[in-house]
């Protein structure tokens, strides 16, 4: 069967050079970095040369990257982490109600510990008004967190004007930029902002490893105690094959990034242009030029997301809907609930995200496979 | 291999027991499309963070993967509590006893989830059902479990034509220690698994309790049918007509079991008698609604069959006349203990289940 695989945004497979790149980290330079002698020395090097590569793709310093287990830690790391290290200067964080769960359930056990979080409403593209920050912030805000570009929905939210506020009223920014990091250019020289998370296997790296971007001037607690690696910020022995292929993949999607832009985005109007041929009754979820270009989210009205998504896995086709929960059962997403879409459409919603090895020959053909099961549950 | 089992589309509903497991198995050996799909019609997550059926669900995964099937999870639980749970509280509060598992095969197991299957593109649904269907001529027969201990047809009575035509029941020929020795040889992860017991969304926990969680219990007094009073009860809705264990009133009188014969709502009393040859005990019929006709053809006003009024019970000879297409009268050859309102009432020719009802009323010796 024709395997097709349309969910990028969960994870990608590893690009070939990046599993190179790792390889002689498990069994030739295996020191532990921390040691003084040259085993230790020639990974430290390595690990370098990773950090080296995020921060240029970042545009930043090599100082200001910490590495952690991946776009979760890196989330709880700036969240948590600040918001334990300025309890003297207030307790209420602001962010939205579309973030990834990854930030929302950090602020809900926030809430727990005491502190006091706003969760702003977004529009039917799914974006934060800025006016609304502005009115959030009081004397006891301390951090704003809001995502650079939504996972399920793909929508951008102005990230430049909300940092200006964050800035204007000396409150902390961070951004959840995990879904953004080497699909979008991202310089943190320019953007007003303070924290930013990113995650290696959402592009064609290993799983398990991210990175939290902190400007010098957060002060922030670790979450994880002991030894003093990466300055103390995230103890424990560093994840080394997973750096040194998180730095490869880094190096490989800087290259060519607006060609990849272009081919996602005529995958994006491809597919979209064979519903329309066939009469399907759809509609696009998310902001129409706001978004990620990898990312499209549609709803198929008269479906079932559920119903879809087996249906497709069936016919070997890949793709997700908002969240699975537990017993693997869906749940409406909170993200297209906060979008306030009518029920129908958030009942029939499907996210298709693309990766660096889609064809426009696989677009035409799941576009064509969708047509042909509505046809078939008509 | 059978070239029209290869083009042969089957969801099987996977419990993750070793029924459903076996089922699957079958279906796969015999080269069907298989497809196994969890149901989860109930949480009952704990403090802890346990959940039955997340367990049950990885159990299911683990049987998928071995026999290379693909597998999938539906959430009926909105269903279920609609069509399902609500009827159940709702005859507690009408002193009846429900069945719960008629309920959940009629709306839920071959209705919502059979939809659910045939959206998949499936031709058949599967289950692990201890019964047999026979499609002929464009007719499904619905027979029992060749296992008689086990025979679920009991709880299958309300299907119609619709649904048992697009149904299998892959492990309805196989005694029970046969499934098991199947499930033992191929390795399945749930060969060695405890069947489950009682109502499913209660499982191994104390009924009463659960119970008091729903439905406010109201205690009063336990009375002979002479009027003597002889203790007190716990809320009409926790006893069932025929019921020996947990009265509480042992010893008393003659030193025979009591029974209990009778719950007045009204006055909230429950009544009991003493003697299991208590003439109270005894029926000679009842009255049936919520009928259910499997077979093509219509029975003729009056009619003889073979009746359960209880799972596992031995078939009894009655005689059925159709009142009117709501209400059948059941009439006994032998009189029956225990007939309880709520419970269904399956009607069999042999080897083959004719349909069912529930029952509503028990008839004394002149109402028959």
Not at chain 2, 95 to 102: A, H, L, S
């Amino acid at each position: 069967m024709k395997e097709i695989y349309f969910d990028h945004a969960a994870t990608t497979p590893v690009h070939p050079e990046v599993v190179a790149a790792m390889l002689p980290y498990f069994t030739e330079v295996y020191g532990n970095p921390s040691s003084i002698h040259r085993f230790g020395r020639k990974v430290k090097t390595g690990i370098d040369k990773a950090r080296s590569n995020i921060a240029t793709s970042l545009h930043t310093e090599h100082s200001r990257i910490v590495f952690t287990s991946g776009g979760t830690e890196a989330d709880n790391l700036a969240i948590i982490g600040t918001a334990l290290a300025n309890r003297d200067r207030g307790n209420h964080i602001i962010t939205s109600s579309v973030e990834h769960h990854a930030v929302l359930h950090s602020c809900e056990h926030l809430e727990r510990l005491g502190f006091e979080v706003t969760y702003l409403p977004v529009d039917q593209t799914g974006r934060v008004n800025p006016d609304d920050i502005r009115k959030a912030i009081k004397n006891s805000t301390i951090l704003i967190s809001i995502m650079y570009g939504n996972n399920e929905v793909g929508t951008l939210q102005p990230i430049q004007e909300i940092g200006t506020i964050a800035r204007e009223n000396g409150v902390y920014m961070h951004t959840d930029a995990v879904q953004a990091f080497g699909i979008l250019p991202i310089n943190t020289s320019e953007l007003p902002i303070d924290m930013l998370s990113v995650s290696a296997h959402k592009i064609n790296g290993p799983k398990g490893m991210g990175a939290l971007y902190v400007s010098k001037d957060v002060r922030f607690a670790p979450l994880l105690y002991g030894g003093e690696q990466e300055k103390k910020r995230r103890a424990g022995t560093e994840n080394v094959p997973a750096i040194i292929g998180f730095g490869k993949a880094i190096e490989i999607s800087q290259v060519a990034m607006q060609e990849r832009q272009q081919k996602y985005v005529e995958i994006r109007e491809m597919m979209l242009s064979v519903w329309k041929q066939a009469g399907i009754d759809f509609c696009l979820n998310g902001h129409p030029t706001e978004y990620l270009p990898h990312i499209l989210n549609v709803s198929f009205i008269g479906q079932n997301t559920e119903t879809l998504l087996m249906n497709l896995d069936l016919e070997g086709i890949a793709c997700s809907s908002g969240s699975a929960c537990s017993a693997g059962s869906l749940e409406i997403s909170h993200v297209l609930k906060a979008m306030k879409l009518e029920e129908e459409r958030q009942r029939s919603a499907i996210r298709f995200s693309f990766g660096i090895n889609n064809t426009m020959e696989q677009a035409v053909y799941a576009a064509n496979k969708v047509v042909e099961i509505i046809n078939r549950l008509r | 291999m059978s070239q029209t089992n290869q083009n042969t589309r089957v969801v099987v509903g996977m419990s993750g027991g070793v029924d459903s497991s076996v089922a699957a198995l079958l279906l796969k050996q015999q080269g069907y499309d298989v497809i196994g799909i969890f149901m989860k019609n109930w949480d009952d997550t704990d403090e802890f963070g346990h959940c039955t059926a997340d367990e049950d669900y990885e159990d299911v995964r683990r049987v998928c993967d071995q026999i290379e099937i693909p597998y999938y999870t539906v959430n009926f639980e909105k269903e279920y509590w609609d069509k399902v749970f609500t009827y159940f509280l709702d005859e507690y509060k009408k002193g009846r006893t429900p069945n719960p598992d008629v309920m959940c095969n009629k709306e839920i197991k071959f209705k919502a989830f059979l939809e659910k299957a045939l959206s998949l593109g499936a031709d058949y649904l599967a289950t692990g059902h201890y019964a047999r269907v026979e499609h002929r001529n464009g007719e499904a027969h619905l027979l029992r479990g060749l296992d008689q201990n086990k025979d679920q047809t009991y709880f299958l009575n309300q299907l119609g034509q619709h649904q048992l035509i697009k149904s299998m029941f892959p492990i309805g020929h196989l005694q029970k220690p046969e499934v098991r020795k199947i499930a033992m040889e191929a390795g399945l992860a749930t060969a060695k698994k405890k069947d489950s017991t009682g109502i499913c969304f209660i499982g191994e926990r104390d009924f009463k309790e659960f119970l008091s969680h729903y439905l406010p219990a109201q205690p009063g007094e336990i009375q002979t049918l002479e009027g003597e009073v002889k203790g007190r009860h716990d809320g009409l809705m926790y006893y069932t007509l025929g019921q020996r264990q947990g009265l509480g009133i042992g010893g008393s009188g003659t030193g025979e079991p009591w029974f209990v014969v009778g719950k007045d709502l009204k006055q909230n009393v429950l009544y009991v008698t003493q003697g299991s040859t208590h003439p109270s005990l005894f029926s000679y019929g009842l009255l049936a609604s919520d009928l259910n006709w499997i077979p093509n053809e219509m029975p003729q006003q009056t009619f003889e069959c073979t009746a359960k009024f209880r799972y596992r019970q031995p078939d009894q000879k009655v005689q059925v006349e159709i009142l009117n297409e709501n209400c059948w009268k059941v009439v006994f050859e032998k009189p029956q203990k225990a007939i309880t309102p709520g419970q269904a009432v399956v009607f069999y020719n042999g080897e083959e289940c004719l349909g069912g009802g529930t029952i509503d009323q028990a008839l004394d010796k002149d109402e028959c």
